[in-house]
């Protein structure tokens, strides 16, 4: 959003400030400045001058020489332009003096150009005749200049010699670019930074003059207006204008739209790009012969109805696009251009202008589905006020009366539902200054609000907010307004009142934080993938059709459909950074993730949300094997503060290896699994050659169980008692099998155990393996005797016989 300087004044006529003065204050009350332009920078000593008399050089074919009255004093310059002629106001920079640019249009030099007095080709020259691009402009905005040559005043501009030529051309002027956040749509006109410029620098804000327009005839006698689709248009206000007379804009309004960067072209146009400038509301003109029946009907469009838009292109349409229609055909895309079956020509009589109100979301899909975005959608999007509509529709008309570009019809046709009411917001000072940490009267709070056009209730104790402040629905929006009109620079430093609790992270998080912590203990690095995918993942992962991972949520409007889906495993993402490390040649990678998984709701009743699971997954090949990866697992759910036993068994998973996989158990609960890919699973990741090993912990399931309590535990003051177990043991027998006889045998006396051995081989049965334990005793409140220990030794071997096993001699 840019706005000059001059047109702010307009509406704040006491201001008076540098521009890095408003500026900065108005970033500070909330409006932020990105920065500012000086269209008269390096613009030095420039003049409106009259070229008098005009001679051929006598020394050069190509070169002029003209005398010039500047106002006190008549110059001599020797210029090569090809389109003066004796008589002409053109701009003149004395010598001295500073231009932008050169006549090239190419980029402006920082410092700009230094004009001197000089001799060309032996004949002395004292200044230089400009063309626009010397003034740091372009004939983008200036169309009136010539393509190559000096720029020449017109005779309706009323300048004379001598008078100031960068203010003639209205280049005395800042622009400031606003940073405009989507909430504050009434700060996307002119009219509403300047209120924010009033209500920041606590000067009165003028409104602009408009007048009660129209003839003694009534518009809703020549045009009648439908709105068939209510959803989309809050608000058509139509008005009537005869006896067009088409015609260049005056000086003062071509300024205005030049300093927006707007190309002045015609009166009627020009009073649309105005009033849409100050009022922030885009306004459209038909002609009215081309209006078949007089009629207009806002309706959606039929579903791959064809409309030839303004620019002369052909757009398809949908039954989502809103259109503008007459008695016969469509003759505009509502909110974001016309039709070239309704344009305003030179020929135009009479003319039909609009101002409505549009529903923002329904234009921005419109506009991005026919692929036509233009500066009238960019505004209708946001979702304007309905009244704006009104007041602009006034404002044109006054413009339309007072430049004589027509005759206004009297009376207007206005169509609308019920129109929004102002809102009401409880007023609560005291609470306002313990949640700013302020100590403000309520007298001052009021006379912020007041700036604001925000007026007070007493009797309810409410503030009644204008229905331009969309963004003033409560509380934090209240709040803010005193606090940006205060000072953000002035509220002072203080601590939060103590509410009697001590921060830190809560428990989820921290629980979070430590696999994270974990993970990089262990050289994995965090990796980040997305929750969106294709459904070609569960082919590759080896699911069953019917599989209840399938299930996952589509996406309404995904970006393709490699992300059309919700992801329901959390496999894909970290396979495929493994795949793309493996295929550049990182020979050993770890990485891990922590993010959601999607799992829809089957339940009745069914709600809207998915079960979002947070999980842990750790994947990595190389240096690695599925031992190394199982002790990151438990050393996680160690130092989480689960210290009952993990247990493992035997899972089927479609894509781990058939004969390395198991589900990870805690208290009869399965809380992960981990495994190594199955060998076609790692081909389709590209990944043939390498084992890929995969651990996945459910973290609600490890929140659920943790404690970080600490647990004291003494130092052992009795001895303790090792006894190791050789045992031949049935191959069907696994490590689990004989870990549950030692817990559940050894009850409280037994300390620990570990195997540290396992054999297979010549000396061992056929269908039997070898295995030895290290057993440790000890007792809390005594030295174990043997008696002790014989005890828990026979309870300990008579479950290992119910096994098959037998102590190896």
Known sequence: MKTPLSWIKDFVPGLDCTAQEFMDAMTMSGTKCEGYEQLDKNLEKIVVGKIEKIEKHPDADKLIVCQVNVGSESIQIVTGAPNV???????????????????????????GIRIKAGKLRGIESKGMMCSIEELGSSREVYPDAPED???IFSGASGVKPGDDAVAALGLDDTVFDYE?????V???????????????????????????????????????????????????????????KIGESPDWMKKRLRACGIRPISNIVDITNFVMLEYGQPMHAFDLSTIAGNKIIVKRAGEGDVFTTLDGEERKLDSEVLTICDGEKAIGLAGIMGGENSMITDSVKDVLFEAAT????????????????TDASGIFEKGLDPQNA??????????????????????????????????????????????????????????????????????????????????????????????????????????????????????????????RDTACAFGFSQSYCYSFESPDVFDKLRLAEDAPERAAIQISNPLGVDFSIMRTLP??????????????????????????????????????????????????????????????????????????????????????????????IYNGTVIGYIGQ?????????????????????????????????????????????????????????????????????????????????????????????????????????????????????????????????????
């Open 390 to 515: 009104y007041d602009a529709m006034e404002r044109a008309c006054s413009l339309i009366e007072e430049l004589g570009c027509g005759e206004v019809v009297g009376g207007r046709v206005d169509v609308h539902g019920a129109l929004p009411e102002k809102k009401r917001i409880s007023f609560e000072p005291d609470r306002i200054n313990s949640y700013l940490g302020t100590d403000i009267s309520k007298e001052t709070m009021l006379s912020y609000f007041k700036r604001l056009e925000v007026e007070y209730d007493a009797g309810s104790e409410e503030l009644i907010v204008p229905t331009f402040r969309q963004d003033l629905l409560g509380f934090a929006d209240s709040s803010e307004e005193v606090a940006r009109l205060y000072g953000y620079d002035r509220i002072p430093t203080t601590l939060p009142k103590d509410s009697g609790q001590i921060g830190g992270l809560p428990f989820k998080l921290k629980v979070e934080k430590l696999a």
């Open 677 to 809: 890919i199955h060998p076609l699973t790692a081909k389709a990741y590209d990944m043939a050659k390498a084992e890929v090993y995969i651990a996945v912990l459910d973290m609600p399931e490890i929140t659920a169980r943790a404690s970080f309590e600490p647990r004291y535990s003494g130092i052992a003051r009795f001895p303790s008692v090792t006894r190791d177990l050789s045992m031949v043991v049935p191959k069907k027998i696994s490590a689990q099998d004989i870990d549950d006889i030692l817990v559940q045998r050894g009850g409280k006396l037994l300390e620990s155990y570990s195997l540290f051995d396992i054999y297979e081989g010549a000396q061992i049965v056929e269908g039997f393996k070898s295995m030895a334990y290290t057993l440790v005793f000890r007792a809390d409140d005594r030295t174990l005797s043997d008696n002790d220990i014989n005890n828990v030794m026979k309870k300990i071997l008579n479950g290992l016989d119910g096994l098959g096993i037998v102590l190896r001699s």
């Open 180 to 184: 405009i956040t989507s909430n504050r």
């Open 149 to 151: 040559g000096i720029y």
């Open 186 to 244: 009434d700060c996307y006109a002119i009219m509403g930074v300047a209120r924010e410029a009033a209500a920041t620098f606590d000067l009165p804000f003028k409104y602009p003059e408009v007048r009660e327009t129209g003839n003694s005839e009534n518009a809703a006698d020549i045009v009648s207006v439908e709105i068939k689709d209510t959803d989309l248009c809050s608000r058509y206000v139509a008005r009537v204008v005869k006896n067009i």
């Open 571 to 664: 496999l894909n993402g970290i396979l495929g950074s493994l795949s793309s490390n493996y295929n550049h040649r990182n020979e050993n990678v770890r990485l891990f993730e922590l993010a959601n998984i999607y799992i829809p709701k089957t339940e009745l009743p069914i709600t809207d949300y998915p079960d979002e699971r947070m999980q842990f997954t750790l994947g990595a090949y190389g240096d690695i094997d599925f031992y190394d990866l199982k002790g990151v697992v438990e050393e996680f759910i160690f130092k989480a503060g689960m210290k009952d036993r993990i247990k493992y068994e035997v899972s089927k998973r479609p894509y781990l290896h058939p004969g390395r996989q198991a589900d990870i």
């Open 358 to 373: 549009f529903n923002g979301p329904n234009i921005r899909k419109a506009s991005r589905r026919i692929g036509l975005r």
């Open 85 to 111: 002629n004796e008589g002409d106001l053109v701009p003149v920079v004395l010598d001295g003096g500073k231009v932008a640019g050169g006549h090239d249009g190419g980029p402006l030099p920082e410092e």
